[in-house]
T-cell receptor, first 118, second 116 residues
Framework: AQTVTQSQPEMSVQEAETVTLSCTYDTSESDYYLFWYKQPPSRQMILVIRQEAYKQQNATENRFSVNFQKAAKSFSLKISDSQLGDAAMYFCAYRSYVTTSGTYKYIFGTGTRLKVLA | GAGVSQTPSNKVTEKGKYVELRCDPISGHTALYWYRQSLGQGPEFLIYFQGTGAADDSGLPNDRFFAVRPEGSVSTLKIQRTERGDSAVYLC??????????????FGPGTRLTVL
């Protein structure tokens, strides 16, 4: 079964600095998607960035980028020029397609709480 | 509305009671997911609907939990004989269907259930 591990329960970063959140996963599949979601205190999960496993190029979205190492099963999120509004819980997620049921299965890590210091 | 909505926002109930949690997905989204998020954890998959049918209910923890989506839009998660361990935030997400490519999941704000 697939698993997602986030080993950093909490991280802090100074405003305008860069921070990297770690995520590792375990799977025997070759085709899948990986995601980073942000969950502010409002509880609403917001998609930050996604990566398709068959693409070697790391995804980027403005100040957010990933370091995807498929062989190492590592998927870290880098936030550049951190802003106060980036403070939230960040969840790494894995998605696979279940052929027997024709459904997508999402598996989430336990999250990393990011604090941004002014 | 433009996004996924969930009602109520908060629900406090007593042990042994029955509760219903409602999810209103984005119009046109035929795929709908329910998740449970316990304190300090990530969302845990409960059930997936494609249209009116539950395509995958393997995440429901036991037979006290049941979900319906009779007309393929609004879904209701039903919990019978609630237990204190059922206390969590229940999240709903919807997306367009598809067996290839990428279909983004859009989440609602969740319902925080507290069982006293």
């Amino acid at each position: 079964a697939q698993t997602v591990t986030q080993s950093q329960p909490e991280m802090s970063v100074q405003e305008a600095e860069t921070v990297t959140l770690s995520c590792t996963y375990d799977t025997s599949e070759s085709d899948y998607y990986l995601f980073w979601y942000k969950q502010p205190p409002s509880r609403q999960m917001i998609l930050v960035i996604r990566q398709e496993a068959y693409k070697q190029q790391n995804a980027t979205e403005n100040r957010f980028s990933v370091n995807f190492q498929k062989a190492a099963k590592s998927f870290s999120l880098k936030i550049s020029d951190s802003q106060l509004g980036d403070a939230a819980m960040y969840f790494c997620a894995y998605r696979s397609y279940v052929t027997t049921s024709g459904t997508y299965k999402y598996i989430f890590g336990t999250g990393t709480r990011l604090k941004v210091l002014a | 509305g433009a996004g996924v909505s969930q009602t109520p926002s908060n629900k406090v109930t007593e042990k042994g009671k029955y509760v219903e949690l409602r999810c209103d997905p984005i119009s046109g989204h035929t795929a709908l997911y329910w998740y449970r998020q316990s304190l300090g954890q990530g969302p845990e998959f409960l059930i997936y609907f494609q249209g009116t049918g539950a395509a995958d209910d393997s995440g429901l923890p036991n037979d006290r939990f049941f979900a319906v989506r009779p007309e393929g839009s609004v879904s209701t998660l039903k919990i019978q004989r609630t237990e204190r361990g059922d206390s969590a935030v229940y999240l709903c997400a919807s997306s367009t269907p598809g067996t290839s490519g990428y279909n983004e999941q859009f989440f609602g704000p969740g319902t925080r259930l507290t069982v006293l």
